[in-house]
C-alpha cells in the first residue's frame, strides 16, 4: 500500500500525516511531496525521516491513493496525471467538488456514491461537512425544505497566513499598528484605510484579510462574487445539496470569521418537510457516527470550539425548537475544521477506498 500526501508542509497537509498515523491503516510506503522549493527537505512523521520529493516525482512513484492538500490549481494541473496511472485521488481543494461525475463525499452520509472507476474523489469544503454530519439523519428522517446558516470560521481556514495574522495582532497589541490609508489586502482594495493594518509578515506573507483580525469579527469568509455572497457561503449551498442529494432544498448562508483557533461553529436554523419531536431529533443524533451531542443548557454544556481543537468528531448542542415558523429547529455545530473538516475525512474516504475498491 503506497500512499502520497500532496501539499504535505502545509496546515492540512500536516494534519493529514497526523490523522494517518493514528489509523488503523497499513502503509508500506508513505510518500510525501511538496513545492519545489521544499523539496530535498526532511520532516519527521512518527519518528521517522522523509524527504520531501516533486509532484512530478510522486505520479511516476504511482502511489495507490494520493490525498491533496496543494490548492486547487495544483489540483486541476496533477490529479488527472495520478488518475491516469491508477491512482486514487482524494482532494482536499474546491477544484473538482461541484463536477457532476466527481463524488463528493462524506464518508458516514454518502460513501456510496465512491465506484471503482471514480479516480479522483472530492473532500468538501470544511463548514460543509461537520453541517452535513448533523443534517443527514433529519434529512433522512424528515425532509429539509430550507435552511439559514451562520457560520463563525476559525482563521485555521485560512492556512497558515491567517494564524500568523492573528497571533501577531494579537501579540502587537498595542503600538506595533499604523494606520495607512489605502493599505488593505485581500479582495477590498482600500479596506484597511483607518483600519490598523500590521506591519511586517513572515518573509512575504501577506496578512489573510483585510482588516484586522484580533478583537474583530469580520463578516466576509472567502472572495466576494457577483452577487454579493461570498464563495465560502455559495459552496455551503451548492455542496451541502451535493451531498445530500437534493438540489430542492432552499439555502441561504452568511460566513464570518473570528478570531478562533480551535474550530468552526455554525449557527444551523432548519425548516423540515415533516413535523418532527425535539427528543427524535436528538436521539437521531446520538446514533450518528462522528457526532458527538452536547446539549445540557441546566449545566451550560454546549460545543465550543475551544474544547473540539484536535478532536476528530462533530460536537452538536442547543438542539431546540423555532417557534416561529411550523417544523423550525434550530442546532449550534462545532468542529475542527483541520480534522474532520479537512484531514480526517480525507482519510476517511482513504481508509473505505481501501476497504472497497482496492
Known amino acids: 500500500m503506497k500512499i ?16 494517518l498515523g493514528k489509523q488503523e491503516i497499513k502503509i508500506d510506503e508513505l510518500i510525501v511531496a511538496a513545492s519545489e ?45 495520478f488518475a491516469a496511472k491508477g491512482t486514487y485521488v482524494i482532494d482536499n481543494s474546491s477544484a473538482w467538488r461541484m ?18 472507476d471514480t479516480h479522483i474523489i472530492a473532500n468538501p469544503n470544511c463548514s460543509t461537512i461537520q453541517m452535513v454530519m448533523a443534517l443527514a439523519p433529519i434529512h433522512k428522517a ?40 489605502g493599505a488593505g489586502v485581500g479582495a477590498c482594495p482600500g479596506a484597511g484605510a483607518g483600519a490598523g493594518t500590521f506591519i511586517g509578515g513572515i518573509g512575504q506573507l501577506p496578512p489573510a484579510y483585510p482588516h484586522q483580525i484580533y478583537y474583530n469579527v469580520i463578516p466576509q469568509a472567502g472572495d466576494f462574487v457577483d452577487n454579493g455572497y461570498t464563495t465560502e457561503e455559495e459552496k455551503l449551498v451548492n455542496e451541502t445539496r451535493k451531498i445530500l442529494r437534493d438540489d430542492h432544498i432552499a439555502i441561504t448562508a452568511t460566513a464570518t470569521r473570528v478570531p478562533v483557533t480551535g474550530g468552526h461553529s455554525e449557527a444551523v436554523n432548519v425548516e423540515t418537510e415533516r413535523p418532527f419531536e425535539v427528543d427524535d431529533v436528538r436521539k437521531l443524533l446520538e446514533a450518528m457516527p462522528g457526532v458527538v451531542v452536547e446539549d445540557d443548557p441546566a449545566k451550560c454544556d454546549y460545543p465550543m470550539p475551544l474544547y473540539a481543537h484536535d478532536r476528530d468528531e462533530v ?10 415558523i411550523d417544523n423550525g429547529l434550530n442546532l449550534w455545530v462545532v468542529s475542527d475544521n483541520l480534522h474532520k473538516g479537512a484531514a480526517t475525512n480525507a482519510v476517511q474516504i482513504a481508509q473505505y477506498v481501501i476497504e472497497h475498491i482496492l
Open 315 to 324: 460536537f452538536v448542542g442547543r438542539i431546540r425548537r423555532d417557534f416561529s
Open 142 to 181: 424528515y425532509g429539509i425544505k430550507r435552511l439559514v446558516v451562520s457560520t463563525y470560521q476559525s482563521v485555521t481556514g485560512s492556512g497558515l497566513k491567517g494564524v500568523v495574522q492573528l497571533n501577531r495582532e494579537e501579540d502587537a497589541r498595542h503600538g506595533v499598528y499604523m494606520n495607512m490609508p
Open 37 to 81: 522549493r521544499s523539496v530535498g527537505r526532511e520532516i519527521i512523521i512518527q519518528g521517522k525521516k522523509h524527504q520531501l520529493i516533486s509532484v512530478e516525482d510522486a505520479i511516476e512513484a504511482c502511489p495507490d491513493i494520493a490525498i491533496f492538500s496543494a490548492g486547487a490549481s495544483a489540483s486541476k494541473q496533477y490529479a488527472p496525471l
Open 4 to 19: 502520497a500526501v500532496i501539499g504535505a508542509t502545509g496546515l492540512v497537509g500536516s494534519k493529514m500525516l497526523l490523522v
Open 99 to 116: 463536477v457532476p461525475e466527481i463524488p463528493l463525499v462524506v464518508p458516514e452520509i454518502n460513501a456510496d456514491t465512491i465506484t471503482k
